[in-house]
């Protein structure tokens, strides 16, 4: 009793970490302001960098999706499940581009961050949960254009959105796309403290990826026998689910999106205690 | 008084070799090459493995420190180069851990390592102020209650609104800080920040760290190689050597015994190897001394010109070396600079030879009587460093002109340097 009296007579006490349990949520709390503010940075810095400024989140999306248009569906005549291609494509390209802004952008955060992680303290997970809140703010910014595309089909081409009921999951989808990517990028950042070459496979990796994932093909069109290989991919089911909600075309199944949901949530616990480890060390070994 | 730190056989080990070799690739190959019983790939070539067969793969940056602050004092780390205060710095500021031992504190810490950290050229000074300081654990609102302050300390009230790439460096630096003078904190440490800028903003920084220290009553921790500016801000001092603690006490004490116990030149001038304070294995003095000594190796008569001999060892071929020795008084204070470029207004390198080199240099004495330590180095044209060795050899100028027998008369204590002046006296004729 007495000793832990002692204890509370202290605001601080440092010590070398025994547990890797120790996260100081409470510290990451506190910081909340400085999650705002980075978050406010890397948009205005990013507008106030570029002559086009905010443009740049609606051309990127606009000119890539032209580019599957015509190489996938008019070229290669990958089916898009009898929906217009530019719509089928647009989905699946801004809810990809998140989650791989996600991963790469969190992949790098110790590289990134590292001459301000050594002069500084403050909970380093503050850093990679802020390029997951200013890209979503990008996204956000990129469902505009997606709205508008859907209201030019509906206005100038007749076309009739199978939108339903389960478009309420979008919410709950985004925020385990969000999950997984940072959680892959947060064991990467951990992984490229100690291999510094992992960091040149992320983005070779993510761009593979995306092609295991159905983004640009609906998983009807998987030949039977590849489906299991496809569907093993936590991502997999985001997007059928995804798609589904908006168009009405694709799959949503419970059981998939547990399966999902679970490797999200343990893939997150991993990455949080692996982040939490290196980043205790990590300015001793740069 | 309650103490505002306490620290407990505090120890921080730096292993070298641990980490692997750093790429994938490497240790995939290390790793084929133990499965298929051959030796290791790596283990054969390099330098650093010799290190290892040295058996010193563990570096101790600091070495079972214990001390206690209270709450309130100013305090002042010293130690040459490596002696473990920026580790011992980043440990308080939690930007590492510790390997063993402890450290309990009593209130908020605010640690000004660096000035500006975070700051972010595109934004504004007034968003900046913002960002930075939730970098350094303020809140918002704190910040919000603090602005107008923020503001009119930096100076920079007619630019806040403009992106800080368009400041000059100095309105960065004041700015930068103005928002770490106003952290809502106890506990103040500070790194060696203020040798940027401008002397008056200098001046500025160490008011306002006094007028933290003794009005608000915070604790501050203060590292600099300024001793002048040690002195003059802190009570008590804590000196660090080769990652243990040397002394604690009263500030003039520390500084004296630093400033004492550092390395010096033996008989014949030769400088011990590794005594450098800094060296890039390139080119190093390993000679230093006075030739023209009144008898005692090390004192001089009052204005006998410093006839100094020294030699440098080179591993290589440098074009256009810079030699400089520089000149301190028992406090710390560096008194006298001179170097071999800008002399009589000409611009001219020296050029340092593979092996040794011998250097005679000849150096006006304008010194009042007194101790002085030398602080000879080596530097290239574009101002990067190769070797000095800070406060290496001591001497003395003496109260008596050379020929004289006895004491000259005039009052010695007024300053330190005695220019040559001309006098006219007339009368009212």
């Known amino acids: 009793m007495n000793h832990d009296k002692a204890v509370k007579e202290w605001d601080l006490i440092i010590e070398p970490n025994t547990s890797i349990f120790q996260l100081s949520l409470r510290d990451l709390w506190r910081y909340r302001d400085l999650l705002l503010l980075l978050v406010k940075r890397d948009f205005i810095s990013f507008y106030k960098q570029t002559i086009l400024g905010p443009l ?18 008019k070229l290669a005549g990958i089916s898009t499940d009898s929906l217009p291609s530019p719509l089928f494509y647009m989905v699946g390209i801004v809810a990809w581009n998140y989650f791989a802004d996600c991963l790469t952008k969190t992949s790098t955060i110790f590289r990134d961050n590292a001459t301000m992680f050594g002069k500084v303290y403050f909970p380093r997970l503050i850093m990679p949960l802020s390029v997951v809140l200013s890209n979503l703010v990008k996204f956000g910014v990129q469902l505009i254009l997606l709205l508008l595309l859907f209201l030019y089909y509906i206005l100038f081409r007749d076309f009739v959105p199978a939108t339903n009921i389960y478009i309420l999951f979008f919410p709950v989808a985004v925020l385990i796309m969000a999950a997984f990517g940072l959680a892959s990028g947060l064991i990467i950042s951990a992984l490229t403290t100690k291999y510094r070459d992992l960091s040149f496979l992320v983005s070779f990796g993510v761009q593979l990826l995306m092609y295991a994932t159905p983004v640009i093909y609906p ?48 893939l997150l616990i991993t990455g949080i205690l692996v982040f939490n480890k290196v980043e205790k060390n990590f300015v001793d070994t740069v | ?61 600091l070495l079972d420190i214990n001390f206690e602050i209270e709450q309130g004092d100013a305090v002042g780390i010293i130690g040459r180069n490596g002696a473990g205060k920026s580790t011992l710095l980043k440990i308080l500021s939690r930007i590492t851990s510790p390997t063993a031992g402890r450290i309990h504190l009593r209130g908020r810490v605010a640690s000004l390592l660096e000035v500006g950290t975070g700051f972010h050229p595109e934004l504004t000074g007034k968003e900046n102020i913002y960002l930075n300081g939730a970098i350094m654990g303020m809140r918002k609102r704190e910040i919000d209650g603090r602005l107008d302050e923020i ?15 368009r400041y000059s460096s100095g309105m960065y630096v004041r700015l930068a800080f ?46 600099s190689h300024n001793m002048a500016a040690i002195k003059s801000l802190c009570s008590s001092g804590i000196y660090l050597q080769n990652g243990a603690l040397n ?171 005695r220019l040559n002046s001309d006098w006219k006296v007339y009368g009212q004729q």
């Open chain 1, 219 to 266: 998983l009807s069109r998987v030949p039977e026998k590849y489906k299991w290989l496809i569907s093993i991919n936590p991502m997999s089911g985001i997007f059928e689910a995804i798609r589904y909600g908006l168009l009405g075309k694709g799959t949503f199944d419970w059981s998939i999106i547990a399966y999902s949901a679970a490797v999200t949530v343990i």
């Open chain 2, 1 to 61: 008084m309650s103490i505002a730190i306490k620290v407990e056989q505090l120890s921080k080990i730096y292993r070298l070799g641990e980490f692997g070799t750093g790429t994938l690739s490497y240790d995939l190959q290390r790793w084929f090459a133990r499965m298929r019983g051959k030796e290791d790939p790596y283990l054969t070539i390099g330098e650093i493995n010799d290190r290892m067969v040295k058996g010193s793969d563990v570096v101790y940056s």
């Open chain 2, 247 to 417: 002394k604690t006490g009263e500030i003039t004490e520390i500084i004296k015994s630093y400033l004492n116990n550092t390395i010096k030149t033996d008989n014949e001038g030769l400088i011990p190897e590794g005594s450098s304070t800094y060296y890039t294995g390139v080119a190093r003095y390993k000679k230093l001394k006075i030739i023209n000594h009144s008898g005692d190796r090390t004192s001089l008569y009052y204005r006998a010109p410093i006839k100094i001999y020294a030699e440098i060892e080179s591993k290589e071929e440098i074009e256009d070396a810079v030699l400089d020795l520089r000149i301190s008084n028992r406090e710390g204070f560096q008194v006298v600079h001179c170097s071999n470029i800008y002399e009589n207004g000409k611009e001219k390198e020296a050029a340092i030879h593979k092996g040794i080199n011998k250097i005679e240099v000849v150096i006006e004495n304008l010194l009042q009587p007194g101790s002085y330590s030398l602080t000879p180095g080596i530097h290239l044209k574009d101002g990067l460093s190769l070797d000095y060795v800070e406060n290496i050899l001591d001497f003395e100028v003496l109260k008596i002109a050379d020929g004289n027998e006895q004491d000259l008369v005039y009052n010695w204590d007024m300053g330190i340097i």
């Open chain 2, 151 to 165: 503001i009119d300390f930096s100076g920079v009230e007619r630019y806040i609104d403009t992106p800080v790439k």
């Open chain 1, 56 to 73: 740049w989140f609606f051309l990127q999306p606009l000119f890539t999706t032209l580019i599957y248009v015509i190489i996938f569906s």
């Open chain 2, 178 to 223: 103005a928002v770490a003078a106003h952290l809502e904190s106890e506990i103040l440490i500070v790194d060696e920040v203020l040798a940027v800028g401008d002397s008056e903003f200098q001046k500025k920084c160490l008011g306002k760290m006094g007028e933290v220290s003794k009005g608000e009553g915070k604790t501050v921790l203060f590292v």
